[in-house]
T-cell receptor, first 114, second 118 residues
Framework: KAGVTQTPRYLIKTRGQQVTLSCSPI?????VSWYQQTPGQGLQFLFE???????NKGNFPGRFSGRQFSNSRSEMNVSTLELGDSALYLC?????????????FGPGTRLTVT | AQTVTQSQPEMSVQEAETVTLSCTYD???????LFWYKQPPSRQMILVIR??????QNATENRFSVNFQKAAKSFSLKISDSQLGDAAMYFC???????????????FGTGTRLQVTL
């Protein structure tokens, strides 16, 4: 079974621009979570989507948004990029059921904002 | 809110030896899950082992085992017969067992970088 895939793997953007990252979960998984990893703040939860609905959201400004499609693929968008948004963005998928929600991570998208 | 603390930023172990990574957490919940994830230089987060809080028996996965002390809120990872491929960042993580929304969130510690030497 194919793992979680994220595209693109690397991205360089300029301050003020916007960016969209994509995540394709493991086949059959209906839940997708996003995390931001930086040297200063570590791993922080952004949000989770299940069946096209945002189920949980972390403490990030409104510039960070996401969505999930009917095939469970998810995108996250960051508008008006700031230097501090430079990070590794990790996506994780899980079945989404109550008892089997072990999360499997993708390889991440490395975003650099200049 | 839950917090996870890893007090060892770096650890070193010789090949074939045993090393223990520490993790403590703070929560008011009685039911939850604890995890150890490994992040090698490739940055891919890999699940190493999981522990359900309601289970008293410590989880074991091949060379990896945990020492789960619920009352002390401690969750350490023991790696036996260390191999060069074990070199990575190791993250301890907490997940609530309650609800459907908030329960999905993983709260991570700051990580421990493990070096394996010959």
């Amino acid at each position: 079974k194919a793992g979680v895939t994220q595209t693109p793997r690397y991205l360089i953007k300029t301050r003020g621009q916007q960016v969209t990252l994509s995540c394709s979960p493991i086949s059959g998984h209906r839940s997708v979570s996003w995390y931001q990893q930086t040297p200063g703040q570590g791993l922080q939860f952004l949000f989770e989507y299940f069946s096209e609905t945002q189920r949980n959201k972390g403490n990030f400004p409104g510039r960070f948004s996401g969505r999930q499609f009917s095939n469970s693929r998810s995108e996250m968008n960051v508008s008006t990029l700031e230097l501090g948004d430079s990070a590794l963005y990790l996506c994780a998928s899980s079945l989404g059921t109550e008892t089997t929600r072990e999360q499997y991570f993708g390889p991440g998208t490395r975003l650099t904002v200049t | 809110a839950q917090t996870v603390t890893q007090s060892q930023p770096e650890m070193s172990v010789q090949e074939a030896e045993t090393v223990t990574l520490s993790c403590t957490y703070d929560t008011s919940e009685s039911d939850y899950y604890l995890f150890w994830y490994k992040q090698p230089p490739s940055r891919q987060m890999i699940l190493v082992i999981r522990q359900e809080a309601y289970k008293q028996q410590n989880a074991t996965e091949n060379r990896f085992s945990v020492n789960f002390q619920k009352a002390a809120k401690s969750f350490s990872l023991k790696i036996s017969d260390s191999q060069l491929g074990d070199a990575a960042m190791y993250f301890c993580a907490y997940r609530s067992a309650y609800g459907t929304g908030t329960a999905s969130k993983l709260t991570f510690g700051t990580g421990t970088r493990l070096q394996v030497t010959l």
